[in-house]
């Protein structure tokens, strides 16, 4: 199955729907980061997620699938991590360069194989010399040369705690991944894992809205909130979409793209201009996640769309 999913070329569509998921998710970051401003955190992934539940529901409707869960403390744990994770993307977003937030999000894939290195230490298998972990372990050590890169100009103030939050993101994301694979290994179909993370975020920012007090609903600045969920959601399907028809290592890879359209966006929009240490930090990340998601193939199985959902 592996060699199948690695080597049969990407058809064209397939690639534009990856690609489209990719620009989807930051365009989401950009009405963030303009909503940032008037609501904070809690409120955005709250809102966010009462909009994904919402379409949940009804596409879980549509394509008869049940929502009710045999396995309901692995939804919650599931549910923890990934809360957790867009708590902490939304907050980097909202205080960091948009590609810096998105790309240190992306960091996922270098966690997911400092996991699987890890456990490769640990365990010290006779059939897999540590020796033959060395690319694994390049490819981590490469892809923390870059997050030094990119946070060294973000230590001061609420930009040091943004660039922490948004590590924390990836590190979080890559646990909820983890476990998005074992709930699909127990046969939980996708739609019902995300409709009840989807739940999960709506009850956490409800309870921090509740803490903090909610922001009045200003218009039109309110009206970003409505895309953050729509997008999400979209930007799901395309990736979903990506996959049907037999993922590959290449389009699991243009997720990258992601990076690229942030930092468009970012110029663009928000007159971000990062130093020349840190674009070349993103790109050992980006080059990093590439060979981690290759590496990680044969340990971990792929599934779509989920470090962003």
């Not at 991590?81 to 902490?88: A, D, K, N, Q, R």
């Not at 977003?93 to 810096?100: G, H, K, M, N, R």
């Not at 006779?126 to 030094?148: C, H, I, K, M, S």
């Not at 928000?270 to 790109?283: K, N, T």
Request: with cysteine.
């Amino acid at each position: 199955m592996a060699q199948h999913r690695a080597g049969r070329p990407p058809r064209p569509a397939q690639a534009l729907w990856m690609v489209a998921g990719a620009g989807l998710f930051a365009t989401m970051g950009v009405c963030i980061k303009l909503a940032a401003p008037h609501f904070h955190s809690f409120e955005i992934v709250g809102y966010r997620g009462l909009i994904g539940a919402l379409f949940l529901a009804l596409l879980a409707r549509a394509r008869g699938v049940g929502l009710a869960t045999r396995v309901p403390m692995m939804h919650l744990w599931r549910s923890v991590v990934g809360t957790i994770s867009l708590l902490c993307w939304f907050y980097a977003i909202a205080v960091l360069p948009l590609p810096t937030a998105m790309t240190l999000n992306y960091m996922s894939s270098v966690w997911v194989a400092a996991f699987l290195l890890g456990g490769a230490l640990l365990l010290q298998r006779a059939r897999q010399p540590l020796r033959q972990q060395t690319p694994l372990f390049l490819t981590v050590l490469t892809g923390f040369g870059g997050v030094v890169l990119v946070l060294r100009p973000t230590f001061d103030g609420a930009a040091a705690l943004g660039g922490l939050t948004g590590l924390l993101s990836g590190l979080t994301s890559a646990l909820a991944y983890l476990q998005v694979a074992a709930l699909a290994r127990a046969g939980e179909p996708e739609t019902r894992t995300v409709f009840w993370f989807s739940v999960a975020a709506t009850a956490v920012g409800l309870a921090g809205t509740l803490a903090l007090g909610p922001s009045p609903l200003v218009w039109p600045q309110a009206l970003w909130l409505l895309p953050i969920g729509l997008l999400a959601m979209l930007g799901q399907l395309c990736m979903t979409r990506a996959y049907a028809s037999g993922a590959t290592l290449v389009v699991a890879n243009l997720q990258y793209f992601g990076i690229a359209f942030a930092a468009a966006y970012g110029l663009l929009l928000f007159d971000d201009h990062l130093p020349a240490s840190g674009w070349l930090g993103i790109a050992l990340i980006v080059a990093s996640g590439v060979a981690a998601t290759f590496l990680r193939e044969r340990a971990v199985p792929r599934l779509p769309a989920e470090e962003h959902a």
